[in-house]
């Protein structure tokens, strides 16, 4: 499923408003727990007292706002604008909002807090994430401290200042990084075959892959193989398509990582990015999350120390298949009462003891399937209805669950009962690896 990347692709060229700044009030640090899902860390802020779940990405230059899932919010100073980024069209409309006050518990605050609102109602991420998602925030979350992001405890500290990191600091790898159009920017060695080359990426916490590559920038670039035409995201503009392959090698410093998954867009949905200079692609989530993350904006600094997720495999979505939660129902689930038989109460009687309880639970379809891929071979189509996945209730699973398991093991069999307009059908299909790196 590539909902992980919807959000790679929201790069903004806008004017910053140098005061939009979140500060700490009355402590030198302040710990804030987050959401891990596919690759994506999800962060709480209050905005204008309306509770609102965020999307941290410093592929974003500014605060935008999407969704509200039917929570009211007072905004001022409103004035029209137009978005444009990643996708095959043209820009899109919305409306730009000053002087809000956005809190992060009791100790992070912004009060000259500017927000970008996306009119598009069909841009909205939650239903392929799995929780009601409203905004993303990126650069002015992290310019003015440094920000800790420990993957393992799933929880990020603001400091005050870098002095109160020199102890901790001594442990990582430094890196030098650039700020450029408010978002950062470091040098990597891309291994495509059997030759380094030093590539200057974007490091884009918005993005849940490994490594995006940009091919028209990259000099005589040939694709490895096998590779896979496949639906990368969705950006302003529209989709985004693209290759898949994997690459030998790629470097951080002293650190390696062999055969990464790399997707590689189309020249078609790159055409309306304002690109920095020599930049040829991007590193994601699915390479931070293995180190514990230290961003200093202010000293163009970014700091990595290996956690126990280093050496986790790369894994790929080998289905076939998009998953998507549309939304909520009442089911009725029948539990057993616990109570002790005796003479007076008949078999009868007694076998019947249950008791019906109602409870809201997700509904899953399929929001696409790559052509040729293990599932289409079997014959599910966009828009099935899934109500069960190896014999257990989609209804009591997650996105998050049912997206891992498609990515598992090759050759693990999947047994599928959807509903398709007012029939149940049941598909069987393995799991296979289409881009298994090939010397």
Known sequence: ???????????????????????????????????????????????????????????????????????????????????????????????????????????????????????????????????????????????????????????????????LLKKKTKRFEEFAITIEKDKPYLQADVEMTNEKKDSKLMIDLGNSDAIWLFPTLIKNFVYNRPNIDDFLGRGFNGDIYGKRSRIHNFYLGNFKFEKPLTAMPDEFSIQHVNLVENRKGSVGNEIMRRFTVIFDYTNQKLYLRKNRFFDDPFHFNMSGLDFRQDGLEWQEDRVKIETQKSAMVSAEVYKDAFQYKFSLKPIFSISGVRKDSPAYEAGLKKDDKVLSINGEKTSDMTLEKIVELMKSNEGRNITMVIRRKNEELTFRFALEDPIPYQE
Do not use: C, W
């Open 1 to 163: 499923m590539k909902f992980k990347l919807l959000l790679l692709v929201l790069i903004l060229s806008i004017f910053i408003n140098a005061q939009n700044s979140f500060e700490l009030i009355n402590t030198k640090k302040a710990v804030i727990p987050f959401k891990f899902i596919n690759n994506l860390i999800f962060i709480p802020i209050n905005v204008n007292g309306a509770e609102l779940t965020f999307l941290l990405d410093t592929g974003v230059s500014e605060t935008i706002l999407f969704s509200l899932e039917n929570k009211e919010i007072k905004l001022s100073n409103v004035e029209k604008m137009k978005f444009s980024g990643l996708g095959g069209s043209v820009s899109i409309d919305g409306l730009k909002s000053e002087r809000n006050t956005g809190k992060i518990g009791e100790e992070i605050i912004n009060t000259s807090m500017s927000i970008y609102i996306i009119l598009d109602e069909e841009f909205n991420i939650s239903s392929h994430v799995g929780i009601p998602v409203n905004g993303v925030i990126g650069y002015h979350f992290f310019k003015d401290h440094p920000v800790y992001i420990d993957y393992s405890s799933k929880k990020i500290t603001i400091y005050e200042n870098a002095d």
